[in-house]
């Protein structure tokens, strides 16, 4: 089996049910941070609808990360067409960091996959912040996945 | 500043009749000013805007002309009838499109939609002045000295009180430390997901009688009992019901019912609010089977609380150990809330920590991946992980 650069055999008769992908960005000049961006897929129950697994998402966002802030909800479609669930939202980290964050849902099947990116909301402008949301889009799921 | 437009559908005395008198010119210019009040209110709703900033400006200005809507229809119902020309024909009633002859109800003249504040006020145990408000320093002793809930559990049930009213009442709710018992239908913790029988203004058989469809058999008095399973059973059901736009039951999402449309509030606020009410109702006034230790409520007690606005009497609640936070959180648990992607508070701290350079606690990177990932991790260190002394003396074994 090889994930990103690794490769590993697990012993039969595991089967991957979660992956989890970490992308790191340098801060620009005058950040209080780096971007980070979170990949994340794991198996949920068959018969899950995306707009019923994005509102728990939600109100675990909402009662857990302490401060959250600004919430706002979209609709979005990836490249390949695939409907998902974009929310962005804010909350204070580190004393007076405020971080902006997108954190997008997409269903195929029974795979869940979700990306967060966290930015410094002092360094985020409509230009980085449009380049991010594309990055977003591109998520697909390769094709032999669902087989 | 609201400016008071011409009626567009006049109120004209019908052929043979004479002028109308100033009391109807008075409600005239009222219905006049009200529907100019409902068009700026549909102007400003918060779903039309694009950004969050327009959101909350436009919520704001909907919550204040709401409140003038609200104060226009109670002054409106409140006008007495034109009085009957003193001659000419028989008197009829003036041409009109509206039909006036059902008066307008307003919150207030509904029933307090919590059924435990309304069965606090009902038998005097909580004052409530002219207005609908209550002192929460008096909730709060209620709570502790005869609901016999501990010092912190009551002052933090008392304290959501400042948030049961509109956004912008909570200054003056910290501040007054009261609330509006009358006022809480259009507040921000009505939900969606509810029993609603209380919803619409006063106790609704129907809706009780769904929601206690699913007790379990009772002993001989107790017609049934809503036990942890029961409740967990109702608050699906009821979240099933208010997800479909066909079903939901209108009036359920109060203040901030909008923000999010589809039934997704239903899942963010529904029902999570749903277990929490229910708890505090099975831990509070509910009994436990002495031959199986399971607890319960009664529904012949519900009913009484729902319908009669009695509370249970007070030597159950004192003869029973002090309710406190643990209680809650354990009936919770049992309830089965749980989120299906339950970490994504996990990812997000995650990414913030990796976003801020620093690992947490001195550990490596994946601490915070697997706080995000590992159900034992996530929330913080209160579970014990899942690994037996002999398991960690190989573990150690084989990396040393």
């Not at chain 2, 150990?321 to 299906?340: I, L, R």
Request: proline share 7%; hydrophobic share 40%.
């Amino acid at each position: 089996m090889r994930v990103g650069s690794l490769r590993f055999e697990p012993p039969a008769p595991f089967a991957c049910d979660e992956q989890m992908l970490s992308f790191i960005a340098p801060a620009p000049p005058e950040a209080a941070g780096r971007t980070s961006l979170l990949v994340r897929q794991k198996d949920v129950p068959a018969g899950a609808h995306l707009a019923r697994l994005a509102g728990e998402a939600l109100a675990d966002l909402a009662q857990s990360v302490k401060g959250i802030s600004h919430i706002s909800k979209a609709e979005i479609a990836f490249d390949d067409g695939q409907p998902g669930m974009l929310f962005a939202y804010e909350f204070a980290a580190r004393g007076h960091t405020v971080l902006r964050q997108f954190y997008a849902l997409r269903l195929d099947g029974e795979k869940l996959t979700s990306i967060t990116l966290t930015a410094d909301k002092a360094s985020l402008d409509d230009a980085t912040a449009s380049s991010f949301l594309d990055a977003i889009a591109s998520l697909q799921l390769d094709p032999g996945a669902l087989s | 500043m609201t400016r008071v437009r011409a009626p567009s559908t006049p109120l004209r005395p019908a052929a043979g009749q004479s002028p109308a008198p100033a009391p109807t010119a008075d409600r005239t210019a009222l219905e006049a000013e009200l529907r100019d009040l409902r068009r700026q209110s549909r102007a400003h709703d918060p779903r039309g805007q694009l950004t969050y900033k327009d959101m909350m400006r436009a919520s704001q200005e909907k919550a204040k002309i709401d409140q003038r809507i609200a104060k226009l229809e109670a002054q409106l119902a409140s006008l007495a009838p034109a009085p009957a020309p003193v001659s000419g024909p028989a008197p009829r009633r003036p041409v009109d499109e509206m039909d006036r002859s059902r008066p307008i109800r307003t919150e207030r003249d509904m029933d307090i939609v919590c059924p435990v504040l309304g069965a606090m006020v009902a038998s005097g145990k909580l004052q409530m002045d002219a207005d609908g408000n209550v002192k929460l320093s008096q909730l709060r002793d209620i709570l502790v000295h005869d609901h016999n809930l501990s010092p912190i559990m009551a002052r933090a049930t008392a304290v959501t009180g400042f948030a049961g009213n509109g956004p912008l009442d909570v200054l003056g709710n910290l501040l007054g430390n009261e609330m509006n018992v009358l006022e809480l239908r259009s507040g921000m913790i009505k939900h969606p997901g509810d029993s609603a029988i209380l919803t619409g203004g006063k106790f609704d058989q129907g809706r009780f009688d769904a929601f206690v469809a699913h007790a379990a058999p009772g002993g001989p008095g107790e017609g049934g009992r809503m036990t942890i399973e029961s409740f967990a059973r109702a608050v699906q059901a009821q979240a099933d019901r208010d997800q479909d736009g066909a079903t939901r039951v209108a009036g359920s999402g109060g203040a901030l019912g909008w923000i999010l449309p589809g039934g997704l509030d239903t899942v963010v606020r529904g029902q999570p609010s749903a277990v929490v009410e229910y708890s505090a109702l099975l831990n509070v006034y509910g009994q436990t089977d002495p031959a199986t230790g399971e607890r319960y409520i009664t529904t012949d007690d519900l009913l009484t609380l729902y319908r009669d606005k009695q509370l249970p009497p007070s030597a159950r609640m004192q003869s029973r150990p002090m309710t406190g936070v643990a209680d809650f959180a354990t009936t919770m648990a049992k309830m089965g809330y749980e989120t299906a992607f339950g970490t994504s508070s996990g990812t997000a701290l995650e990414g913030a920590e990796r976003a801020l350079g620093a690992e947490p606690k001195g550990t490596d990177g994946m601490g915070g991946a697997g706080k995000a990932s590992c159900p034992f991790m996530h929330g913080g260190a209160q579970k014990a992980a899942p690994m037996s002394p002999a398991e960690n003396h190989l573990l150690h074994a084989a990396t040393s």
